[in-house]
T-cell receptor, first 109, second 116 residues
Framework: DAKTTQPPSMDCAEGRAANLPCNHS???????VYWYRQIHSQGPQYIIH???NNETNEMASLIITEDRKSSTLILPHATLRDTAVYYC??????????FGAGTRLTVKP | GAVVSQHPSWVICKSGTSVKIECRSL??????MFWYRQFPKQSLMLMAT?????????EQGVEKDKFLINHASLTLSTLTVTSAHPEDSSFYIC????????????FGPGTRLTVT
């Protein structure tokens, strides 16, 4: 599975959009980009995943660049409850999922 | 959505004893479940892949005789920490992938183990 790189931390104002970047320059053509988040002392929560098209669900939007070497998770209107560690993972066919350090997002009032 | 439960949610045990942690997929079947360990302020580390009806696959550096994994049914996997020591104190998390959808993986709420 391809390695991903994320900034260690980000801040966002409550009510504003949170844009979390992820680099996956070695991603292969059949690897999906997954995003999970982990709120303190809880299990990771699935957010969204995509292959090459942009995706949107009730939680977030995922923008994948045309060359698939990077992506951005967008939380359109961040709330205090969105404070968590966000993990970007490149994965083929839901094999064993390996987590990097993730981005610690802090939503501030 | 699919739900994965873990039991217990937290446990305190004495050094030298064994502790069993259960991971259940409540509303779906899963041939594969995964076990992770997470130390404070660190990311999740994959320990092993649990396959229903066969032996688990352990990651390098994880002692299979110490962390016994049993996946007896399509909805239950257990992790037993044998002869626990204080350094085994950690947050243990399982995940499972529904048979019907190989592209989604659901995580349990985690079990916090404290060995005194």
């Amino acid at each position: 599975d391809a390695k991903t790189t994320q900034p260690p931390s980000m801040d966002c104002a409550e009510g504003r959009a949170a844009n979390l970047p992820c680099n996956h320059s070695t991603i292969s053509g059949n690897e999906y980009v997954y995003w999970y988040r982990q709120i303190h002392s809880q299990g990771p929560q699935y957010i969204i995943h995509g292959l090459k098209n942009n995706e949107t669900n009730e939680m977030a939007s995922l923008i994948i660049t045309e060359d698939r070497k990077s992506s951005t998770l967008i939380l359109p209107h961040a709330t205090l409850r969105d404070t968590a560690v966000y993990y970007c993972i490149a994965l083929y066919n839901n094999n064993d999922m390996r987590f990097g350090a993730g981005t610690r997002l802090t939503v501030k009032p | 959505g699919a739900v994965v439960s873990q039991h217990p949610s937290w446990v305190i045990c004495k050094s030298g004893t064994s502790v069993k942690i259960e991971c259940r997929s409540l509303d779906f079947q899963a041939t594969t479940m995964f076990w992770y360990r997470q130390f404070p302020k660190q990311s999740l580390m994959l320990m092993a892949t649990s396959n229903e009806g066969s032996k688990a696959t352990y990651e390098q550096g994880v002692e299979k005789d110490k962390f016994l994994i049993n996946h007896a049914s399509l909805t239950l996997s257990t992790l037993t920490v044998t002869s626990a020591h204080p350094e085994d104190s950690s947050f243990y998390i399982c995940s499972a992938s529904p048979l019907a959808s190989s592209y989604e993986q659901y995580f349990g709420p985690g079990t916090r183990l404290t060995v005194t």
